[in-house]
């Protein structure tokens, strides 16, 4: 009998009660996410948030006048407008305490194998930001609620002038700290995206320096761990739905060049099509174009959107690339290397992303030495070798309007044999003003092949590229794309 005893293997791969740990956890982040979904739709649905946002500046308005002794002031609109607010606050609080519920048991899931979504970079962010706004809800209702029970307190109770004046004055305190917190918490809910709930929380964070696959490496950058999971069985499923002169990463880094044109305007419907054609098998492309699939034309659309509005940058860079294609530039067609860079005009909190692209004319595969020089930077200079392959050159330029399959291919395999860099570019907090940066392009003997400055306003203050406003374009944008494509 003893022979035949078993010990329990739970790290084992097809553990039974690693199985049912992970049906219950699923289940759990479902009836969750149904809770988050409901009390997200209450919150958000008119007139609820102008509600909010309109009873939160009133209310210490209403406690003002009380104390200034208005003739016309009155304690049960005073208290009616507070326990109105008070009210309208709960569906906010609820949604921001399911939304935290929810996305702490979906990072506990597995994504592939043994490896948790607590493994992806970014996930404390997401947890912390939305432990702060639940603390922030819980903030503001409390406000609401102590200024409603001290008025009607104020209002049963002979309390004298003084202390009334006492109580009145924390009340308009309390009053003004929820309507602080309304005006920045309405801003933004999180959650409200049923396909990618928490992709307008993450921020990235780390990434490669050097981007082998442009647009599927930087996309991937900005995914969320659930996400970003996903997107990881998603690519590994599509090993035999492909062509077979492509693998799934080729394959989806064209189909995300395909749907770049068509947002510029150059490839339509049946040229979007015909792209998908090239690379995918049929039976790939009926997923790609069924509403049911994770990740199809229009997810794909909306995320590359969402990566479009964090790093306009590289897309700067892209299209300026696509149209040297069309125009046949010289610097393209004619020199040995081309060197291309951005960086944002301005750099808020003393941070900022350069993007280089550099094509090798010279026939030959060589490593090369990018030096860049960031005036009082942290650091002020960085050098960095890498490999840089042999691109093809074009010769003539690319008509539009004839040969469209022809520029597809042509900016495809440009951007294919580029080298992409993403660096992360830091200052001091304490400086601010104009300050340039060198990018300086050298051989394997250290000659120098090209060189470029461009200059940068740094500010201590919140700019349009910074991390928040840009975190918070890319969440309207996904939403702006979602009710397009909607309708």
């Not at 399911?98 to 996305?103: G, K, N, Q, T």
């Not at 004055?169 to 809910?189: M, P």
């Not at 064209?254 to 998908?276: K, V």
């Not at 020089?373 to 960095?384: D, H, K, R, T, V």
């Amino acid at each position: 009998m003893a022979g035949e005893r078993t010990l329990p293997t739970p790290y084992a791969k097809e553990s039974d009660r690693q199985v049912q740990q992970e049906q219950a956890l699923s289940l759990r982040v479902k009836a969750r996410d149904a809770g988050r979904r409901f009390w997200v739709r209450i919150a958000t649905s008119r007139p609820q948030p102008q509600l909010r946002s309109l009873l939160s500046l009133i209310a210490p308005i209403t406690s003002a006048l009380l104390i200034i002794g208005w003739e016309y002031a009155s304690f049960p609109i005073a208290i009616v407008v507070h326990v109105a607010l008070s009210a309208s606050l709960i569906p906010a609080l609820f949604a921001a305490s399911f939304a935290r519920m929810s996305a702490r048991d979906r990072l506990r899931l597995r994504a592939v194998g043994f490896r948790s979504m607590n493994s992806y970079p970014g996930v404390e962010r997401i947890l912390n930001s939305l432990d702060e706004r639940r603390i922030r809800e819980r903030v503001r209702i409390s406000c609401s609620i102590l200024a409603t029970v001290a008025l009607a307190s104020l209002w049963n109770l002979d309390a004298g002038e003084t202390l009334s004046s006492l109580v009145l004055g924390v009340c308009i305190v309390l009053s003004v700290i929820c309507a602080l917190n309304t005006q920045q918490l309405e801003a933004t809910i999180p959650m409200r995206s049923n396909s990618f709930p928490l992709l307008s929380l993450h921020a990235p964070t780390l990434h490669d320096s050097t981007l082998d696959r442009v647009l599927s490496d930087l996309l991937v950058a900005h995914l969320d761990p659930e996400t970003a999971s996903h997107w990881d069985i998603w690519i590994k499923s599509l090993v035999h739905d492909v062509r077979s002169d492509q693998t799934p990463d080729s394959a989806v880094e064209h189909l995300l060049q395909a749907i770049h044109l068509e947002h510029l305007g150059l490839l339509d419907d049946n040229g979007l099509l015909s792209e998908t054609r090239r690379v995918f098998k049929v039976s790939a492309i009926d997923g790609l174009f069924s509403s049911t699939s994770k990740f199809n034309m229009i997810t794909l659309r909306r995320l590359l959107a969402h990566t479009r509005a964090w790093q306009p940058g590289l897309f700067r860079l892209t299209d300026r690339l696509q149209d040297s294609v069309i125009r046949g530039d010289p610097s393209l067609t004619e020199a040995v290397w081309r060197l291309d860079l951005d960086l944002p005009p301005r750099c808020g909190q003393g941070q900022g992303n350069l993007f280089v692209m550099i094509h090798n004319h010279s026939g030959k595969n060589q490593a090369i030495e990018v030096n860049i020089l960031a005036a009082e930077g942290e650091p002020e200079i960085q050098n960095l070798r890498v490999f840089a392959k042999a691109s093809s050159q074009p010769k003539s330029p690319i008509s539009v309007g004839e040969e469209r399959g022809a520029l597809t291919q042509s900016f495809g395999r440009l951007l294919s044999d580029s080298t992409v860099l993403w660096i992360g570019l830091a200052w001091p907090d304490s400086i601010s003003g104009p300050h340039p940066v060198q990018v300086t392009l050298r051989d394997e003997e250290g000659e120098t092949l090209e060189s470029f400055v461009v200059t940068t306003i740094l500010s201590s203050g919140v700019q349009a590229e910074s991390m928040g406003h840009r975190m918070a374009d890319a969440a309207s944008e996904v939403r702006r794309i979602a009710l397009a494509l909607t309708d």
